[in-house]
C-alpha cells in the first residue's frame, strides 16, 4: 500500500502562485508514476501533470488563453522519488479546483493506483 499526504493548498490571488507537495509512504519501491490531477466544481477530474521515476514530466496539454499548463505549472520529484511537487505560478481563477495527487505502481506484475485526499487551491475572480 502507498498512502499520499498533499499539502500547500490555499487561497491566492490572481497572478500569485502556489507551491503543492505530496509525500508518498508505505511500498513507495512500487511507486513508478507520481503526479497531480485536478477538480473543479461540477466538472470532472483532470490531469495536471505527472512524473515517472527518473524521467522527464508529462504535462496536461489543456490552454487557457494564451499560455497552457506547460507555460505555468512546474512538477517535480524530490531524489528519492518519494515526493512530488507542483509549482504553480501566475494562477487564475479557472484553477480553482481541488488538487489531488496521483501515485501509479506495479505489484506483482498489477497497476495499482493511489491518491491522496485532495487539497483546494482558490483563485477568487
Known amino acids: 500500500q502507498v498512502q499520499l499526504v498533499e499539502s500547500g493548498g490555499g487561497l491566492v490571488q490572481p497572478g500569485g502562485s502556489l507551491r503543492l507537495s505530496c509525500a508518498a509512504s508505505?511500498?513507495?519501491?512500487?511507486?513508478?508514476?507520481l503526479g497531480w490531477y485536478r477538480q473543479a466544481l461540477g466538472k470532472q477530474r483532470e490531469l495536471v501533470a505527472t512524473?515517472?521515476?527518473?524521467?522527464?514530466?508529462?504535462?496536461?496539454?489543456?490552454?487557457q488563453g494564451r499560455f497552457t499548463i506547460r507555460d505555468r505549472f512546474s512538477i517535480s520529484r524530490d531524489d528519492a522519488e518519494t515526493t512530488v511537487y507542483l509549482q504553480m505560478n501566475s494562477l487564475k481563477p479557472e484553477d480553482t479546483a481541488v488538487y489531488y495527487c496521483?501515485?501509479?505502481?506495479?505489484?506483482?506484475?498489477?497497476?495499482?493506483?493511489?491518491w491522496g485526499q485532495g487539497t483546494q487551491v482558490t483563485v477568487p475572480s
Open positions: 496521483n501515485a501509479v505502481g506495479t505489484v506483482a506484475g498489477l497497476t495499482r493506483v493511489y
Open positions: 512524473v515517472r521515476r527518473g524521467g522527464s514530466p508529462n504535462y496536461a496539454e489543456s490552454v
Open positions: 508505505g511500498s513507495t519501491w512500487s511507486i513508478n508514476d
